[in-house]
């Protein structure tokens, strides 16, 4: 093969998206693994490497990535329309986790086929802290000694109070040097966590091949039992989004607050989410976002203008969902039942750490690296569900988005900000419920 031709296979090979080819290497290293059985389990070393590299990237992430969400998040710069809709984004969020995990705890979806595929021992070799340690440990004694040792929970808390401290400093100072200085610092943080996803896909790049093994080892051992539950996750996953859609969003937000037909309000924001759902990325749909906030369901622009691109940035309802499916996956893998304060723990990460989460394809699966290492669990369990993320991505990134439009939509209500005889609240199916 001459030089050029090398050249031309590896740039074919790199126009096709990292998450499909990764998606490719999930399905040939299961096959792999069940062709070849217990000898596909010598490539474990390689998964574990991949493992490694993503243990590495965990508090940089936090920290560069948080400091720049609590960058937006400064009080008064917020106003009364922001404080509103930050504080729906923060509840449904929370809200968006604890059906993710109640829903999983229902299905179990990872105890068919890969139960204690793990060995326990990997897992916590301390017993889990009781509901009043785990609320206590989010704050750290030393924040420094919390993130030399990589505790997640702690360092988030840290980092995200200590950006409300730069943000307010930086409102209310005259000094010029501090404020410049204030002002350099996020730009340094800016510029470290464009740094940290490069090196994310960096590491994702040799994701391919680290799924690969890893699949391949899961294969290897477990045998033809193992595809269950990556199903059942798919399944859990879908059933917890329409969950929150129907009982959250249409059931609380649309109707509750906003006393308006949930079916006006689905077809309204119908062109958000069928574009959410094609392209896995909730900050590149916020132009059609927008246009479905502007033109079908009325709402003017002084409110969707700041609370769509805060939310696309911020407020990751299906996002923050996935780590509670994923934490129980990840348990019935484990063999081990999470306590209630491990998952309070989950909810209090998933919702803090989804601020810093970005809008873009697959975030999500870097913000598993977190959950699953304030419980205690082997971050393997990434590279695992990483061959099916293109599909849980769709989901989640479907979500985010129409829960940016209805908790606008609510803000909107709330500052008689909405045309209520706008296309959409009139075309629905059901006439609305109220004026
Ligand atoms: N892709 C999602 C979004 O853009 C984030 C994620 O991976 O969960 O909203």
Do not use: C
Not at 158 to 163: A, I, R, S
Request: negative net charge; aromatic residues 8%.
């Amino acid at each position: 093969m001459s030089n050029s031709d090398t050249k031309s296979v590896w740039q074919q090979y790199r126009s096709v998206s990292i998450v499909y080819r990764i998606g490719v290497a999930f399905v040939l290293g299961s096959i792999l693994g069940l062709v070849v059985g217990q000898p596909a389990t010598a490539l474990k070393p390689i998964g574990d490497l991949f493992v490694r590299l993503l243990k590495m990237l965990i508090v940089p992430i936090v920290v560069f990535t948080l400091l720049m969400g609590v960058r937006q998040l400064s009080p008064s710069s917020l106003g009364r329309v922001g404080l509103q809709a930050v504080g729906l984004y923060a509840v449904t969020s929370a809200l968006a986790v604890a059906i993710g995990l109640g829903v999983s705890n229902f299905i179990s979806p990872g105890s068919r086929g890969l139960e204690q595929l793990l060995a326990q021992a990997e897992a916590r070799s301390t017993e889990a802290p009781n509901a009043v340690e785990v609320v206590l440990n989010i704050v750290p004694t030393n924040p420094l000694g919390a993130m030399a040792e990589g505790n997640v929970l702690p360092t988030i808390f840290f980092v995200v109070v200590f950006g409300l401290g730069l943000s307010l400093v930086w409102e209310e100072t005259d000094d010029e040097a501090v404020r410049s200085g204030i002002e350099t610092f996020f730009d340094l943080a800016d510029a470290g966590a464009e740094a940290m996803y490069k090196v994310v896909w960096g590491v994702m790049e040799f994701g391919v091949i680290g799924v690969f093994a890893l699949m391949a080892n899961v294969f290897g051992k477990a045998g033809v039992d193992a595809i269950l539950p990556f199903a059942l996750l798919i399944g859990t996953m879908l059933v917890a989004a329409v969950v929150h859609i129907g009982v959250v969003y249409l059931g609380g937000l649309v109707v509750g607050f906003a006393g308006r037909s949930p079916f006006a309000f689905l077809s309204g924001s119908r062109d958000a989410m069928v574009t959410a759902l094609s392209i896995r990325s909730s900050s590149g749909t916020l132009p059609v976002t927008m246009s479905d906030a502007d033109e079908n369901l009325g709402i003017e622009e002084r409110i969707y203008g700041f609370s769509l691109p805060l939310g696309a940035t911020i407020n990751m309802d299906g996002t923050a969902m996935y780590q509670g499916v994923a934490a129980i996956f990840a348990a019935n893998i484990m063999g081990v039942s999470l306590s209630l304060a491990d998952q309070f723990a989950v909810v209090a990460v998933a919702v803090l750490a989804s601020i810093g989460t970005a809008g873009v394809p697959g975030s999500g699966l870097i913000m598993l690296t977190l959950v699953l290492t304030q419980l205690g669990f082997p971050l393997e369990i990434v590279g695992l569900v990483a061959g099916v993320d293109p599909i849980l991505d769709r989901i989640r990134t479907m979500v985010n988005v129409t829960g940016d439009l209805a908790v606008t939509t609510v803000v909107a209500k709330w500052n008689s900000a909405v045309d209520f005889t706008a296309e959409a609240w009139n075309d629905g199916v059901v006439p609305s419920i109220a004026d």
